[in-house]
Nanobody
Framework: QVQLVESGGGFFQPGESLRLSCAASGKIFAIGQMDWYRQAPGKQREVVAWTTERSITYAESMKDRFVATRDENTAYLQMNNLTPNDTAVYSC???????????????WGQGTQVIVAS
């Protein structure tokens, strides 16, 4: 069984930085896109960044402070100069192939809570 596990969330003060991780594990043949989403309290889920093997794209409002990277089966999201508006559950999504004979599957992590407050 393939799964994504996020880590790195917690309680932070405005101006601080953090790095979230999303590790894929299980039977993995290949991973296509790996994306970061977030959902703030009372709001819809929004995309933060999406990565392929060749490119990284950010939501316009986040590209100045967030940096998404990948290292084989792990995705990272570096978040700088945090503000209270960054408070949300951050989730990882990936399209993962378990073999070359199967279609890729959409896999979601359970999410990690980030709280930014004084």
């Amino acid at each position: 069984q393939v799964q994504l596990v996020e880590s790195g969330g917690g309680f932070f003060q405005p101006g601080e930085s953090l790095r979230l991780s999303c590790a894929a594990s299980g039977k993995i043949f290949a991973i296509g896109q790996m994306d970061w989403y977030r959902q703030a309290p009372g709001k819809q889920r929004e995309v933060v960044a999406w990565t392929t093997e060749r490119s990284i794209t950010y939501a316009e409002s986040m590209k100045d402070r967030f940096v998404a990277t990948r290292d084989e089966n792990t995705a990272y999201l570096q978040m700088n100069n945090l503000t209270p508006n960054d408070t949300a559950v951050y989730s990882c999504h990936a399209v993962i192939w378990q073999s070359d004979r199967q279609a890729g599957a959409d896999i979601w992590g359970q999410g990690t809570q980030v709280i930014v407050a004084s």
